[in-house]
């Protein structure tokens, strides 16, 4: 169903720092498009967006992720945040700042500036919410209530709970009490260009759930791209999807409540489905370690090393006639000039399929998301070709990687627990 319009466009400029993809489904539902509670513009080449005219993108390297703009605090002060979706907590460095935060190009958020800004004391209802208490930590001998964040990989953020003003641009709408970490201890390869994380994942405290928001799309533009798309929220999920989406379940996983599992049935080269147990993916089972997962803020496809072992063996045998590589980041497959040039081994890279439960009410049980070689490889430099799939060693988690999804928009439905792809969508 239609809600009623609300004029909440604001302009904050998300601009994308990654990727590359395309897919398939027959028999898509029609489109009839709801109106988002806020919308946030992203860079995108075929809708133009007159509020977000900014020559910002020579501002920004393409550090394989997301990245939006924010307005925090009174008076307003400007962040730069990489959109997580499987992080569910907001932060950003706060000065002052020592020798335990990573080097910000940026400045720091200063809430001795903020007129509006709270710390929030160890009794208050927020820091007591049961879903964050392995976040939530409360220091011997004090009253302050801090966050303890820990990534996969190491990193880690530590700081302060606060509340502070967050600021729609251009709209009337000033969402009061946003809680959020105020950073003053990091571990780990954070970036430099970005003020902080963006939390988008399942929680009391991300983004979606403090603007009380139903659905969020994404999508997901080239690096290349000077107009912008879009990040919005629904205070509804919208009704029907335009032509070409696919509908995939939602589910959950105790072990991680704060992902948005997907379920994936398997992965595909040249239009056959390899012969990986469906409990690598967790695929109908009430799984513990392992699952499938889309991270907007990992650039590649990584694999569990059981899931890998067999699609490495299928690919050597594909690519034969071609002497691999490793690339970035431990990529196995990667390819040069010396074999023929990266047209080349492009033109032999096979096909490639992922297979997941189709969680429409109409079509066959399983749906196909096809990858064209382009959309499946990587380019690094000039000289040199990597398909982007790559082994996720000490993990049971299947990670699907934003290169994979370049020009595709996803929908987070979390009213009816399910993830839309919609292709070709900017």
């Excluded at 008076?75 to 020592?98: D, N």
């Excluded at 302050?144 to 251009?170: E, F, I, N």
Aim: hydrophobic share 35%; net charge negative; glycine share 8%.
């Amino acid at each position: 169903m239609q809600f009623s319009p609300i004029a909440m466009t604001i302009n904050l400029l998300l601009l994308l720092l990654t990727s590359s993809f395309v897919l398939t489904k027959s028999s898509p539902p029609h489109y009839s498009p709801s109106l988002p509670l806020l919308t946030i513009p992203l860079y995108n080449h075929h809708h133009h967006h007159p509020q977000t005219e900014l020559g910002t993108e020579n501002l920004y390297p393409r550090d394989n992720g997301y990245a939006v703009f924010l307005l925090v605090g009174t008076p307003a002060q400007v962040l730069l945040l990489q959109v997580h979706t499987t992080v569910h907590f907001t932060w950003a460095q706060c000065s002052p700042c020592g020798a335990t935060c990573y080097p910000q190009s940026r400045p720091l958020f200063d809430p001795h500036a903020s007129t509006t800004l709270r710390q929030l004391t160890s009794d208050s209802d927020t820091c007591r919410i049961p879903q964050m208490q392995n976040v939530f930590i409360f220091p011997l001998g004090s009253s302050s209530c801090r966050y303890d964040l820990k990534y996969a990989g190491q990193s880690r953020s530590m700081g302060r709970v606060v509340t502070d003003t967050l600021t729609l641009a251009h709209s009337n709408r000033v969402l009061d009490g946003f809680v959020m970490g105020c950073g003053d201890s990091h571990e780990g390869p954070f970036k430099a260009r970005f003020s902080g994380v963006l939390g988008l994942g399942r929680g009391p405290l991300s983004l979606p759930s403090q603007l009380e928001a139903e659905a969020f799309s994404l999508c997901f533009v080239s690096p290349t791209s000077t107009i912008p798309s879009l990040l919005s929220f629904y205070k509804s999920p919208p009704p029907n999807y335009p032509n070409g989406s696919f509908v995939v379940p939602l589910i959950q996983n105790e072990r991680y409540p704060q992902y948005y599992f997907v379920q994936l049935a398997g992965i595909g080269i040249g239009g056959f489905m390899l012969d990986i147990p469906a409990t690598v993916w967790g695929y109908g089972l009430n799984f513990v370690d392992g699952g499938v997962v889309v991270d907007t803020a990992a650039d590649v496809m990584r694999l569990p090393s059981e899931a890998y072992g067999v699609f490495a063996a299928e690919i050597r045998t594909a690519m034969a006639n071609f002497t691999s590589k490793v690339g970035p980041e431990g990529l196995e497959f990667c390819y040069d000039d010396e074999d023929g040039g990266e047209e080349g081994a492009l033109r032999v890279i096979p096909e490639m399929e992922i297979y997941f439960e189709n969680g429409g009410n109409e079509g066959e049980r399983l749906v196909t998301w096809k990858l064209s070689r382009e959309q499946s490889t990587l380019k690094v430099g000039e000289r040199m070709v990597c398909i982007a799939f790559g082994e996720g060693k000490n993990s049971a988690l299947t990670v699907i990687g934003n290169r994979l999804l370049e020009r595709t928009m996803l929908t987070w439905d979390l009213a009816n627990d399910v993830l839309v792809f919609t292709p070709n969508a900017c």
